[in-house]
T-cell receptor, first 112, second 115 residues
Framework: DAGVTQSPTHLIKTRGQQVTLRCSPK?????VSWYQQALGQGPQFIFQYYEEEERQRGNFPDRFSGHQFPNYSSELNVNALLLGDSALYLC???????????FGSGTRLTVV | GESVGLHLPTLSVQEGDNSIINCAYSNSASDYFIWYKQESGKGPQFIIDIRSNMDKRQGQRVTVLLNKTVKHLSLQIAATQPGDSAVYFCAEKRGASGGSYIPTFGRGTSLIVHP
């Protein structure tokens, strides 16, 4: 039973560019949440998707957007990248009806 | 601001000793807490959770204690092993209408186990 799969594992982008990160949830899960984890910090909630809609959002600018597909997979898009966007981006899946979160191993984004 | 925080950034212990990692929270309405373990290069992994109607919960080699009076919880790891070396986070439940609960993380404590 596959857990949460994220791609790519590592990515280097130039300031001002746009990036798309991908996540496949754990089999049977219907909800996907995205987190940003800066070095030495705890994960910070970006947003959550369920039924292809953004349900909750953390304190992140509109440069951060997302999408959920009918198969429950999800994408995180970041526009106009800043150096400060360099971080580990974590995807977590869960069931809206309850239960715990399963995290992927993340995508390490470096903005230069 | 951050409502879940940890007392120490780093904890060093000898293999075989017991480890205690502490966490304070500020929202008295929080009713669900989770401890996660994050190893290098991996995402957070669920360890144990506790609801606010409980004072203590035990798992395999781990115990979580909740003191609602002082808004403090701790994770105790018995007979710490080198494989326990990781960053540990406490997270509280925050939810909103239209969505499931969102784990809100503090900064984490790095546990280093010396052989």
């Amino acid at each position: 039973d596959a857990g949460v799969t994220q791609s790519p594992t590592h990515l280097i982008k130039t300031r001002g560019q746009q990036v798309t990160l991908r996540c496949s949830p754990k089999s049977g899960h219907d909800t996907v949440s995205w987190y940003q984890q800066a070095l030495g910090q705890g994960p910070q909630f970006i947003f959550q998707y369920y039924e292809e809609e953004e349900r909750q959002r953390g304190n992140f600018p509109d440069r951060f957007s997302g999408h959920q597909f009918p198969n429950y997979s999800s994408e995180l898009n970041v526009n106009a990248l800043l150096l400060g966007d360099s971080a580990l981006y974590l995807c977590a899946s869960s069931l809206m009806s309850g239960g715990g979160y399963t995290f992927g191993s993340g995508t390490r984004l470096t903005v230069v | 601001g951050e409502s879940v925080g940890l007392h120490l950034p780093t904890l060093s212990v000898q293999e075989g000793d017991n480890s205690i990692i502490n966490c304070a929270y500020s929202n008295s309405a929080s009713d669900y807490f989770i401890w996660y373990k994050q190893e290098s290069g991996k995402g957070p992994q669920f360890i144990i959770d506790i609801r606010s109607n409980m004072d203590k919960r035990q798992g395999q080699r781990v115990t979580v204690l909740l003191n609602k009076t002082v808004k403090h919880l701790s994770l105790q790891i018995a007979a710490t092993q080198p494989g326990d070396s990781a960053v540990y986070f406490c997270a509280e439940k925050r939810g909103a209408s239209g969505g499931s609960y969102i784990p809100t993380f503090g900064r984490g404590t790095s546990l280093i186990v010396h052989p």
